[in-house]
């Protein structure tokens, strides 16, 4: 497993909202091209992911586990390799700042051995996640 942190001078709230608006995470992440669920945010609920360097190919979002704003846990799939991607929420400061964290592995047998492949790909996305929930959650929270 592998995991970043960004410190986000921002509420959790904020920070955890735009988290699980899954749609618009292309409007802060610049490796997601597309990204859809059916209904809200929860757990079992599933959508579809397009990353910018494969727009061809789509990735099968799931929801694995949703803890109000504290974790978001998903998986991504997509020709047998499986990545589990998960944010975590610890507040800071009198919850004016947040400590996010992001991990990721990969479970499935295709995800192991496509490892030196796909997790580089994998790492890139969750370090633009998080910078770019940073960028967005403390614009947002200026804004307020």
């Known amino acids: 497993m592998s995991s970043h942190q960004q410190v986000i001078h921002a509420p959790a709230t904020v920070v955890y909202r735009l988290l699980l608006d899954i749609g618009g995470w292309r409007i802060w992440n610049r490796r997601v091209a597309f990204a ?3 209904g809200s945010a929860q757990a079992g ?8 360097r494969l727009p061809w190919l789509p990735w099968s979002l799931h929801i694995d586990d949703v803890v109000a704003q504290k974790t978001l846990n ?3 799939s997509c020709l047998g ?3 589990h991607i998960c944010f975590e929420l610890e507040p800071q400061d009198n919850e ?3 400590l996010l964290r992001g991990s990721l592995h990969s479970d499935s047998l295709l995800g192991r051995l496509a490892r030196s ?5 994998w ?3 969750l370090a633009a996640a998080l910078a770019g929930v940073s960028y967005a959650a403390e614009s947002a929270s200026a804004a307020e």
Do not use: T
């Open 74 to 76: 998903i998986c991504a």
């Open 123 to 125: 790492h890139g996305f």
């Open 96 to 98: 004016s700042r947040v």
């Open 117 to 121: 492949k796909m997790m580089p790909f």
């Open 81 to 83: 390799i499986h990545v």
């Open 45 to 52: 609920v599933r959508g579809v992911l397009y990353l910018r």
């Open 36 to 38: 859809e669920i059916d």
